[in-house]
């Protein structure tokens, strides 16, 4: 693979993959990455103290807004649009791939920061800068140009936006319930209670609980009468006891976010044709609903960039991770996890989990590896309490993410055509 990348480099003038040259393929990828690197340094400036009207609270304010609605706009008025139960089923893996992607990138993520150690406590926040990528923004962007030039190797611009504005949506409500659970979870705050600690302060491990804590004479002797009266409950009280259980256990209220309850309903409306015709098609009585959610959603994205920009208000290396662990990230999303996913696609298509002949198809599936780190993650991380590392770490891995995905999109083509 690393031979055909440097054949490919060293012959700029040859035409690849139905005409597109290597510098063109190489412009259609930096230009994304370039659109989303001036959108940052735009928050950036409205958040300086120069222009100051992007402050920190009106920047938590404006990733509250995203996750609660302008999300779950875009979620749900691309994918409605796109799936139906017939896709569903040819597009199985998609999803899958997704989900394959977090664990191998977490993988890795958790054998490169047990290598190098970040600093307390952000080894998790560390394994979640390497393995959680974009795979709707930056994405759906490169299609966009990808598809807009009429030499593009995919063949009729109109097909080529299509399915992969679809195929992407399609992934984008698995990346939702990920990040919703697992990110949410793995960048909680440490036991202090906010990732502002002193390089003095140690973590404090097992904590004593209220009860090994209590004085002995506060300790209650008769703890029977606990039993006695959950014996005496009625057949309903029991039923609303363990519905409460279930709820707290498996933590609904987090699972259940505005951006997944909007994929669940895109996908359940597509599904249905009555349905879809009237909400979906361009002449259905409630498209107006749909037409709004798409004019929100157009939103969503500049919002998020702008308010991850400005968290770079007091420069790129003010973080804590120090410039190790920040090279470590860096170099293991982009270097590391591509090739991972280059031989999880390829055993994919050897087992016959793909559809036969869909080049557009395996390309979004190598994009999904391809990506540099989360955009939404670090909006999560920023609701956590960490954005300023997250912030520096997507300043830094977008900026040497122009060159890596030009030659990874360079290589994917060259294997699939």
Not at 137 to 165: E, H, M, W, Y
Request: proline letters at 7%; aromatic letters at 10%; a neutral charge.
């Amino acid at each position: 693979m690393i031979e055909r990348l440097l054949s490919a480099v060293a012959s700029m003038d040859a035409p690849v993959a139905a005409g597109q040259s290597v510098l063109g393929t190489i412009k259609i990828a930096v230009l994304p990455i370039a659109k989303v690197f001036t959108m940052c340094f735009l928050g950036f400036l409205m958040a300086s103290k120069y222009v100051n009207i992007l402050p920190a609270s009106g920047r938590k304010m404006l990733n509250g807004l995203v996750f609660s609605l302008l999300l779950p706009c875009l979620i749900f008025s691309q994918l409605g649009q796109a799936v139906t139960l017939e896709k569903m089923l040819q597009w199985w893996f998609i999803p899958m791939n997704v989900v394959l992607a977090s664990i191998s990138g977490s993988i890795i993520g958790f054998i490169v920061a047990t290598i190098v150690r970040p600093p307390y406590p952000f080894f998790k926040f560390t394994i979640i800068q390497i393995g959680i990528g974009n795979i709707g923004n930056v994405p759906l962007v490169l299609i966009a140009a990808l598809c807009r030039d009429q030499s593009n190797p995919f063949g009729d611009s109109s097909k080529c936006s299509i399915d992969g504005t679809a195929y992407i949506s399609f992934g984008q409500w698995v990346g939702a319930i990920i990040l919703y659970t697992y990110v949410f979870q793995m960048l909680a705050p440490p036991p202090e209670g906010t990732f502002d600690i002193d390089d003095g302060v140690l973590p404090i491990k097992n904590p004593p609980n209220d009860a090994a804590a209590a004085p002995p004479e506060q300790v209650p002797l008769l703890t029977e009468e606990n039993g006695q009266e959950e014996s005496n409950a009625s057949k309903s009280g029991k039923i609303k006891q363990f519905l409460v259980f279930l709820y707290e256990k498996l933590k609904l209220k987090q699972i259940l976010q505005p951006a997944i309850v909007a994929s669940i309903l895109a996908m359940v409306i597509g599904a249905i044709p009555a349905l879809k015709r009237l909400i979906f098609t361009a002449d259905a009585p409630l498209y107006f609903f749909t037409d709004s959610c798409m004019i929100l959603g157009e939103a969503m994205i500049p919002c998020i960039l702008l308010a991850l920009g400005g968290n770079l208000v007091d420069g790129p290396g003010s973080s804590k991770l120090g410039l190790r662990t920040t090279a470590a990230i860096i170099f293991a999303r982009l270097c590391l996890v591509p090739p991972t996913g280059l031989g999880i696609v390829m055993l994919a298509d050897k087992l016959g989990f793909l559809p036969p002949g869909d080049k557009m198809f395996r390309f979004v599936l190598l994009l999904q590896h391809t990506m540099p780190t989360s955009v939404l993650s670090g909006a999560v991380a920023n609701l956590r309490g960490c954005g300023r590392e997250a912030a520096a770490v997507l300043f830094w891995v977008h900026i040497f993410a122009v060159f890596s995905m030009a030659g990874w999109i360079v290589l994917y083509l060259n294997i699939l055509f």
